[in-house]
């Protein structure tokens, strides 16, 4: 059974105008007053549902998307197709961080269940528990996992094996034979899928060129900033990898720290090292040199996902939507 603000309020000791005041920060409340019906919210675990008006008519018109961040080029561009699909929906979107912490997936996600937040969730590189998707199902709360895909639920992802492959294909044509890899992590609990099906493409390429895969030349990121491309050079350089070619799978901000800290140590691109990125972000032709690299288009999954997402509440799709966007390789001076 749910609880109400009712039950709060007399678990408090207090009444239920007392508690919505508290909820909504109410200047006029003491602290003690606070604290004592705060620690009742949590006791009792609580959610306030402050969509209770749309609610009357089984809605919240909201659509809830979750992600580790939303500071990186990849999840500001999707926010951007996603923006550009809504127009003048009456839908409106929350975003959630879970900010790679133990735990805050599961929390949000609860929060969205069972205190009724929203019509809809869109996961990005995320991936709920199987629990929680019966729990999102019984709730007929639509769930879209992004560059995700699990069984019986709605999916948009790009070809990331294809991706991989077509990078590695590249490089290998021009005759490069020492190629790092900077990828996102491969391993762990808030680990999407889409560096494994990279990686895993680029080394199928190296297979039929007849190139031994070697571990070293991999290296893995965690914050897809631009410090850990300038030092995925010097980290290649430690483990005594003589590179004359790097794929920088985790994005193409990666790809141009990269290519500043070869800069810097008298590096010349592509004489040297042949780089290639992922994403094709916008200013990727602009750098110096321009950028080769993997064109995905990031705003048309967030297009998709809307799409998905507002048709799954309105009922208009029965069966679960995988949709497979495909990469295409953009050569530019930097290979």
Request: hydrophobic share 40%; glycine share 8%; proline share 3%.
């Amino acid at each position: 059974m749910s609880i109400t603000i009712k039950d709060v309020a007399k678990h408090a000791g207090v009444s239920h105008t007392t508690v919505s005041m508290v909820i909504h920060n109410d200047a006029r409340i003491t602290a003690e007053t606070k604290e004592k019906v705060t620690k009742s919210i949590k006791e009792l675990k609580y959610h306030p549902n402050i969509m209770a008006r749309g609610l009357v008519q089984g809605r919240t018109n909201n659509i809830a998307v979750i992600a580790t961040y939303f500071s990186s080029f990849f999840e500001m561009n999707f926010l951007k197709g996603l923006e550009q699909e809504m127009g003048d929906s009456e839908y409106q979107i929350n975003e959630y961080s879970t900010r790679a912490r133990p735990g805050v997936k599961e929390g949000i996600m609860e929060t969205i269940i069972y205190g009724k937040r929203a019509d809809a969730l869109i996961a990005l590189s995320i991936k709920p528990s199987k629990e929680l998707l019966e729990e999102f199902k019984s709730a007929s709360i639509p769930v879209v996992l992004v560059e995700e895909n699990l069984k019986g639920t709605h999916s948009v992802k790009a070809d990331n094996f294809r991706g991989g492959f077509l990078a590695g294909e590249h490089l290998m044509q021009k005759g490069r034979k020492n190629i790092g890899v900077v990828v996102g992590m491969l391993d762990g609990d808030e680990v999407g899928t889409s560096p494994a099906e990279r990686l895993n493409g680029f080394k199928k390429a190296q297979a039929d060129f007849g190139i031994k895969f070697d571990k070293k030349y991999v290296y893995e990121i965690r914050n897809f900033d631009f410090n850990d491309g300038r030092e995925a050079l010097n980290e290649f350089h430690r483990r005594g990898c003589k590179l004359d070619g790097v794929f920088c799978a985790a994005g193409d901000y990666i790809a141009m720290g990269f290519m500043q800290e070869c800069g810097q140590k008298g590096i010349k691109i592509p004489d040297d090292i042949s780089v290639v990125g992922y994403d094709d972000l916008e200013m990727s032709a602009i750098v110096n040199p321009p950028l080769t690299t993997i064109r995905q288009s990031i705003s048309e999954l967030g297009r998709e996902a809307y799409k998905i997402a507002v048709d799954a509440i309105n009922k208009k799709i029965k069966e679960p939507k995988q949709i497979i966007l495909q990469p295409e390789l953009v050569v530019r001076k930097s290979s």
